[in-house]
């Protein structure tokens, strides 16, 4: 019961798994019914009682998601989009065959573990708690883990650390009875071997505090921290060479929460406006939340430019020297350089204000725009 | 103590991790989460109902999670990323139940696995004894006894510790709550 509802809410959130609980099950029940079969006597009341009891467990969840899917509108496309992931790839074109092929197995040593000793550690004991394959807990675990696994590998024009996330806890699961089994073998003599492994790993242990912020920057693919040495770390598992530069905290560091703060204390946020060179950290629905933020808080006086503006047009220019200037902001966003482009040369008289965020490196200009 | 231990992780990881920037699919989370909040503030159920709708790339679940957390207070941008903190608190709790259906038997999940787990339960509770320097795999076991449930924690305290870094922002924390109810 445990597992389903961890399974059910799971799948709540993230929909996709669904076909980890279904797929399965639907094995499983096929099985039952192969067995059933051989087995005449009762068959069809405990055929009844599986079916009742499966029911009560994925009819709820199926009305959830068809509530979600089917209603207000038929998001079904949509939500198969999201399941194949295959729009927007990030890994596309950038790496070679090794890469996408050992990209997870580099996932695991970089980004759920923080020592290559613990890798090692882990991947003795996955290896030793396959040969307890037979065994159907481990088997069941160990095909959850090797399916999202490949399937993830496969999907290799969009690889992404996330993307075996939930079956990590899985692969831990197995490498602890993996390792149950190795200790039961050596455990005696080999006790200050184990001294050895530990103190190697409380060396690295050492560094997790600056390893963890280091390592979600190289997984979000942006300058989280306001790290003001950012460079881009795709297929760069090299944690000595990640940015790990003074993070925010600096007084002359420019901030993009400072630039969203200028746009919204230079403009009427009770008028529309419409901004191009959004980015990942300057994003639509943060800027939008900011300004509702901001009309809920009545302490705040706002300046309202002049009533004559019915509403404003405002460009982000991302300079291709700003730590903003991500491969990721490449790759999404940085088309609209052009565009901000063209606003300047065509509304240069109707700007109201700008500002050069020069540490940042970002250039914000307001504009007017009649209706 | 496991629960104590995993809380202590989860808010010392939100205090510390927490970045300063905000990213893309952070603001949606966030915003969808607030447009619900600000419904139910209005007591416009009907609202509520329809932006639970009409989200349109994830389910609803977790903008719910957002809203009620912020309900009773303002909507704050703390306030919603510390709902990722809760779902990693609960989800280490609940993966330690699983583990212990999962593998019943004794000395199945032995804090050897992981072995920095008794490092840190050793810097935590600064005890170096002489046990835990010969066996420092199975120190928890000698303090707690042999067949009580310390393979388990320990192995999900260091889960816990070590999928912490993963969870440095709502966009990751989202499939966190997935991976949380694990």
Known sequence: MLLVLTFGLEAMVELVLILFIVIPNLFRYLRHIKILKRVQDDSKIVLKNIILRQAAIFLPLLIFASWWILTPTNKLGWFFDIMRSDWNPVTVGVGDKWQYLLYFVQSIKTSYTFSNVLFLVILIGFLASLTAFNVKKVRVLAVFFILNFTLGTLHWYNLQDRYIYTSIPVLFLLVGFGWSKVLAKIMGPASGLFLIFALLVLKDFTSLPSYLKANATHMLLSPMYNESDYHDTLFNYDFEKWPRGARSGSARQETTEQVIDYILDKIDINKPIEIVGYTAEISPDWVELRMALRRRDKSIKYKVLSSKYNKFLVTVEVKTTSRLYTYDYKRANAWQLEKVKEIEKNYSDKLIEEKDFKELGVKVKIYENYY | ?182
């Open chain 2, 1 to 182: 103590m496991f629960i104590v231990l995993i809380i202590v992780i989860g808010v010392l990881n939100f205090f510390y991790l927490t970045p300063p920037v905000i990213n893309w699919d952070e603001g949606t989370h966030a915003i969808w989460g607030f447009r619900e909040w600000l419904a139910l503030k209005d007591g416009n159920l009907l609202g509520f109902w329809q932006f639970s709708q009409s989200q349109f790339a994830y389910p609803p679940f977790g903008s719910w999670l957002i809203t009620f957390l912020n309900f009773p207070f303002e909507f704050s941008m703390n306030l919603t990323r510390f709902v990722s903190t809760l779902g990693f608190i609960f989800g280490g709790i609940l993966l330690y139940l699983l583990s212990k259906q999962l593998f019943s038997q004794k000395r199945v999940l032995p804090e050897l696995v992981l072995p920095e787990v008794v490092l840190i339960r050793r810097l935590a509770d600064k005890k170096l004894g002489q046990n835990s320097l010969r066996h420092p795999f199975f120190s928890l076991k000698y303090q707690r006894g042999m067949g009580s449930n310390t393979n388990t924690f320990s192995f999900l305290f260091i889960f816990s510790g070590l999928d912490a870094k993963n969870c440095s922002s709502i966009f990751l924390r989202r499939i966190g709550f997935g991976f949380a109810f694990f």
